[in-house]
C-alpha cells in the first residue's frame, strides 16, 4: 500500500490542526456538471472533497478548457481564497456526483490570523498544493501546445 499524497488533507496536516479547520465545514453535494467556480469570479470559499471528482480547468481563447488537473476524496479545491484580491485563477466543475466540506474564507483567514501555528501549517499544505498544481499545469499545456515529441520543458 503507497503512502497517502502529501497533499491531501489527512497527511498534510497534523490532527490537531485538521480538527481546528473541520469546526469550521459544512457539507454540500454537487450534481455532475455542476461549475463550483469560474476562472476571474471572486475566491470566497472552498472545498475538501469527501468523494466524487473535480476537474480544474484553465480558459484558452477559441479552444474548450483545458483541464489542468483532476481531484478526489481528500484534495483541496480552489487556493485563490487565501491570496488576495481573492479571485479565482482557474475553474472547477464536478466530473461526478460530489459530497465535499465547504468552508467560508472569511472565517477560515480570521482563525489562520488568530492562532499562527494553525495559520502556518494551513498555508504551507495550501503552499504544496499550489506547488503541484503549478508543475501539473505546465505538463497539460506543454502536452497541449509543445511540438510533439519535443521533450522540451522549457
Known amino acids: 500500500m ?12 497534523p490532527v490537531d ?3 481546528r479547520l473541520m469546526e469550521l465545514a459544512h457539507e454540500v453535494n454537487f450534481d455532475e456538471g455542476t461549475r463550483l467556480f469560474q476562472e476571474g469570479g471572486h475566491a470566497d470559499r472552498f472545498w475538501i472533497v469527501r468523494s466524487g471528482t473535480v476537474t480544474l480547468d484553465v480558459h484558452v481563447p477559441g479552444r474548450r478548457a483545458a483541464v ?3 481531484l478526489g476524496a ?5 487556493c485563490s481564497w487565501l491570496f488576495k ?3 479565482w485563477r482557474l475553474g472547477a466543475e464536478a466530473m461526478t456526483p460530489v459530497r465535499a466540506y465547504e468552508f467560508d474564507a472569511v ?16 498555508g504551507h499544505w495550501v503552499g504544496q498544493v499550489l506547488a503541484h498544481r503549478l508543475q501539473a499545469a505546465r505538463i497539460r499545456l506543454l502536452d497541449l501546445y509543445a511540438p510533439h515529441g519535443s521533450g522540451s520543458l522549457l
Open 2 to 13: 503507497s503512502a497517502p499524497s502529501p497533499l491531501r488533507i489527512n497527511a498534510a496536516l
Open 17 to 19: 490542526r485538521r480538527s
Open 68 to 70: 489542468i488537473e483532476t
Open 74 to 78: 481528500g484534495e483541496l479545491v480552489g
Open 85 to 87: 484580491p481573492y479571485t
Open 107 to 122: 472565517g477560515v483567514r480570521a482563525l489562520m490570523d488568530a492562532d499562527s501555528a494553525f495559520g502556518s501549517a494551513l
